[in-house]
């Protein structure tokens, strides 16, 4: 059975960094790119950041770019998100999501975390 | 403003079809066979209901189907049931400096 588990969320001030991980078990994590998707209070999905399977492909959403770093630890089956100078619009669920490919261009996530929820504020 | 365009909200009663759009350009939608749907029920994380386009994937009723015409992707929804009222979402890769985007969501409620 695939699981991916999220933690690191939490409560952080503006301008913190924060670190997300997602914990992947039940397929060959070396074998698919990986995503974070978030999802602030009731709003729709935004795409974040999405990595090939070796990191060899790396992109991030505009709102993010310069500010979050992904990574991953194949070894570990491990996906990551750095998240620095955090800020308020950051507020969100953070979901981690399995790419159908290696390499990302497909744009199609079956499998989805529980999310782990952030918030920024003073 | 999320990039790729959805109406709001649609319903329709039970047994009946309905159709979500789903409007982006030809650098996103117009421009890739990688469309994909998810459904998401309250508090719950999404589930993939279609991929590039067409394509469901193992377990998903075949009352969901995708397709596109140019920058507008669809998904249709026949012979509603109440399980079905939830958000839908759709998404595509896009040759901008981002990977993917999404479309704003769609609310579908079932009379």
């Known amino acids: 059975e695939v699981q991916l588990v999220e933690s690191g969320g939490g409560l952080v001030q503006p301008g913190r960094s924060l670190r997300l991980s997602c914990a992947a078990s039940?397929?060959?994590?070396?074998?698919?790119?990986m995503h974070w998707v978030r999802q602030a209070p009731g709003k729709g999905l935004e795409w974040v950041s999405g990595?090939?399977?070796?990191?060899?492909?790396?992109g991030y959403a505009d709102s993010v770019k310069g500010r979050f770093t992904i990574s991953r630890d194949n070894a570990k089956n491990s996906l990551y998100l750095q998240m620095n100078s955090l800020r308020a619009e950051d507020t969100a669920l953070y979901y981690c999501?399995?790419?159908?490919?290696?390499?990302?261009?497909?744009?199609?996530?079956?499998?989805w975390g529980q999310g782990t929820l952030v918030t920024v504020s003073s | 403003q999320s990039a790729l365009t959805q109406p709001a909200s649609v319903s329709g009663s039970p047994g009946q079809s309905i159709t979500i759009s789903c409007t982006g350009t030809s650098s996103d939608v117009g421009g890739y066979n990688y469309v994909s749907w998810y459904q998401q029920h309250p508090g719950k994380a999404p589930k993939l209901m279609i991929y590039e386009v067409s394509n469901r994937p193992s377990g998903v009723p075949d009352r969901f189907s995708g397709s596109k015409s140019g920058n507008t992707a669809s998904l249709t929804i026949s012979g509603l049931q109440a399980e079905d009222e939830a958000d839908y979402y759709c998404s595509s890769y896009t040759s901008s400096s981002t990977l993917v985007v999404f479309g704003g969501g769609t609310k579908l409620t079932v009379l």
């Open positions: 990595i090939s399977w070796n990191s060899g492909s790396i």
């Open positions: 999501a399995k790419d159908m490919g290696s390499y990302g261009q497909g744009a199609s996530f079956d499998y």
């Open positions: 039940g397929f060959t994590f070396d074998d698919y790119a």
